[in-house]
């Protein structure tokens, strides 16, 4: 009973390194979403998938690039980390139009 | 502009107070609405959904969408020191694009 699992939980990156965060969800889920969150600027929409085969960008995409790799994984990569990416990340999933769930979160810190 | 505006607060009350949470929206495809509630450092938790326009209501808290003004509401009756968190609302429309708030930070206190 997993629901949406998020690796890594922390990460600490050089200016300039690239990285992936997973997410992976067993809800049998058709829609996927990652955001970023930062203090006093609730939930920001990076990029989601509809469905499986599809993405399309959210708020604040620039920097970010996604592979939806089948219905249960989705993944967010940064090619090049800059220190405005030290965040929050959080992965969810949901079916139609009902109860988003959110992974536990990664927080990574770009130095 | 952000399609979704909150006030940020932060909002500090008493126990046993009521509670007004609120945010604006831009979007006129929006349709379901919700609030979720998040404590730190942990991920958001549905809090409650609604379709449309109306009232819905569950034990001490009351969720309110007016459509018309492009405006939803969440209170919390008889508030309890647990119902300390941030507060964010959630909204979509039929092309699976979920919006959130900025989250308003709430305590309450003993």
């Known amino acids: 009973n997993a629901g949406v699992t998020q690796t890594p939980k922390f990460q600490v990156l050089k200016t300039g390194q690239s990285m992936t965060l997973q997410c992976a969800q067993d809800?049998?889920?058709?829609?996927m979403y990652w955001y970023r969150q930062d203090p006093g600027m609730g939930l920001r929409l990076i990029y989601y998938s509809a469905s499986e085969g599809t993405t399309d960008k959210g708020e604040v995409p620039n920097g970010y690039n996604v592979s939806r790799l089948n219905k249960r994984e989705f993944s967010l990569r940064l090619e090049s980390a800059a220190p405005s990416q030290t965040s929050v990340y959080f992965c969810?999933?949901?079916?139609?139009?009902?109860?988003?769930?959110f992974g536990q979160g990664t927080r990574l810190t770009v130095v | 502009q952000k399609e979704v505006e909150q006030d940020p607060g932060p909002l500090s009350v008493p126990e046993g107070a009521i509670v007004s949470l609120n945010c604006t929206y831009s979007?006129?495809?929006?349709?379901?609405f919700m609030w979720y509630r998040q404590y730190s450092r942990k991920g958001p938790e549905l809090l409650m959904y609604t379709y449309s326009s109306g009232n819905k209501e569950d034990g001490r808290f009351t969720a309110q969408v007016d459509k018309s003004s492009k405006y939803i509401s969440l209170f919390i009756r008889d508030s309890q020191p647990s119902d300390s968190a941030t507060y964010l609302c959630a909204m979509s429309g039929r092309a699976q694009k979920l919006v959130f708030g900025q989250g308003t930070r709430l305590t309450i206190n003993p």
């Open positions: 809800m049998n889920h058709n829609s």
């Open positions: 979007n006129s495809a929006f349709q379901y």
């Open positions: 969810a999933s949901r079916i139609g139009y009902t109860e988003a769930f």
